[in-house]
Nanobody, 122 residues
C-alpha cells in the first residue's frame, strides 16, 4: 500500500520560513516525478513545484519562484519543499504528489498525501 505522509507545516509570521517533508512508503519513487500542490480556502488546488525523477529537474509556479525550493532524497524516498520569505497569500493546505509511471510530470493517476496546513500571519 502506497502512502505519502507530509510533515513540517505550521504557523509562521510573514517573512519566515518552513520546510515541508513528504515521505513515501510502499514503493520507490526515485525515478518518478514528485511535487507539491496547495489549496487555499475557497480556491482550487494549484501547482506549486515539481521535481523530475532521475535528473531532478525542477519547475515552479511563478508565485513561488525565488522563494521556494523543491528537492528530493531518493535514498529516503522523500521530497522536500523549503519555503522562504513566506507571505499570507501562501496560507493553504500543502499536498505532496508522486506519479506512479512518469518521470517528468504529475498526472491524474498520481498518489497524494493527506496534506499539511501552512498558515502565514501578517
Amino acid at each position: 500500500q502506497v502512502q505519502l505522509v507530509e510533515s513540517g507545516g505550521g504557523l509562521v509570521q510573514a517573512g519566515g520560513s518552513l520546510r515541508l517533508s513528504c515521505a513515501a512508503s510502499g514503493r520507490t519513487f526515485s525515478k518518478n516525478a514528485m511535487g507539491w500542490f496547495r489549496q487555499a480556502p475557497g480556491k482550487e488546488r494549484e501547482f506549486v513545484a515539481t521535481i523530475t525523477g532521475s535528473d531532478s529537474m525542477t519547475n515552479y509556479a511563478d508565485s513561488v519562484k525565488g522563494r521556494f525550493t523543491i528537492s528530493r532524497d531518493s535514498a529516503k524516498n522523500t521530497v522536500y519543499l523549503q519555503m522562504n520569505n513566506l507571505n499570507p497569500e501562501d496560507t493553504a493546505v500543502y499536498y505532496c504528489a508522486a506519479d506512479p509511471l512518469y518521470s517528468r510530470s504529475i498526472t491524474m493517476n498520481a498518489y497524494w498525501g493527506q496534506g499539511t496546513q501552512v498558515t502565514v500571519s501578517s
